[in-house]
T-cell receptor, first 111, second 115 residues
Framework: GNSVTQMEGPVTLSEEAFLTINCTYTATGYPSLFWYVQYPGEGLQLLLKATKADDKGSNKGFEATYRKETTSFHLEKGSVQVSDSAVYFCALSGRDDKIIFGKGTRLHILP | KAGVTQTPRYLIKTRGQQVTLSCSPISGHRSVSWYQQTPGQGLQFLFEYFSETQRNKGNFPGRFSGRQFSNSRSEMNVSTLELGDSALYLC??????????????FGQGTRLTVV
């Protein structure tokens, strides 16, 4: 079945550092790919999405590119802020329409 | 436009009891999905309803059930509660299904504690 694997956390960075959170997936066909973010005590918010190969999703300085050849959708940000501290989930939606999530990566940004 | 609303936000129940959680989707959204979130297992898919019909189901025991009403509001029920059912239960709504690029919008969740 479909699955998502993302790097384990926690990831701790200093403010203004470069961020990469790796995500790879297994799916048949051409799934849609998403990154969600969860702040403490809240539900998940959609951060960005990509629906076909080579699409780049971007939002709030975060970017991710749908790489079909490497089945990856890595999340990047050039300069993180303390307010980016949260848990980040990579997810896919495949032919059966179920949204499958990775286990989440907790990000700590130090001032 | 109001977001996804889940009630109650917090619940404390005793083992063996049953519980009902409620979710009101974004207006116009016809799909509602439920997820269980725990530190150990992450986000696990429970089930999805569309137009009052269950169209997808995860790997949970029959103690977990749900339903959707004609106004798209959904409830999930857990009977004979176990300590391991303590979790954050998240509801998500989607405008439509059958298209893989339809993203889900989440509520803030219901924190269930079983004692």
């Amino acid at each position: 079945g479909n699955s998502v694997t993302q790097m384990e956390g926690p990831v701790t960075l200093s403010e203004e550092a470069f961020l990469t959170i790796n995500c790879t997936y297994t799916a048949t066909g051409y799934p849609s790919l998403f990154w969600y973010v969860q702040y403490p005590g809240e539900g998940l918010q959609l951060l960005l999405k990509a629906t076909k190969a080579d699409d780049k999703g971007s939002n709030k300085g975060f970017e991710a590119t749908y790489r079909k050849e490497t089945t990856s959708f890595h999340l990047e940000k050039g300069s993180v802020q303390v307010s980016d501290s949260a848990v980040y989930f990579c997810a896919l939606s495949g032919r059966d329409d179920k949204i499958i999530f990775g286990k989440g990566t907790r990000l700590h940004i130090l001032p | 436009k109001a977001g996804v609303t889940q009630t109650p936000r917090y619940l404390i129940k005793t083992r063996g009891q049953q519980v009902t959680l409620s979710c009101s989707p974004i207006s116009g959204h016809r799909s509602v999905s439920w997820y269980q979130q725990t530190p150990g297992q992450g986000l696990q898919f429970l089930f999805e309803y569309f137009s009052e019909t269950q169209r997808n189901k995860g790997n949970f025991p029959g103690r977990f059930s749900g339903r959707q009403f004609s106004n798209s509001r959904s409830e999930m029920n857990v009977s004979t509660l176990e300590l391991g059912d303590s979790a954050l239960y998240l509801c998500a709504s989607r405008f439509n299904v059958g298209r893989t690029n339809t993203e889900a919008f989440f509520g803030q969740g219901t924190r269930l504690t079983v004692v």
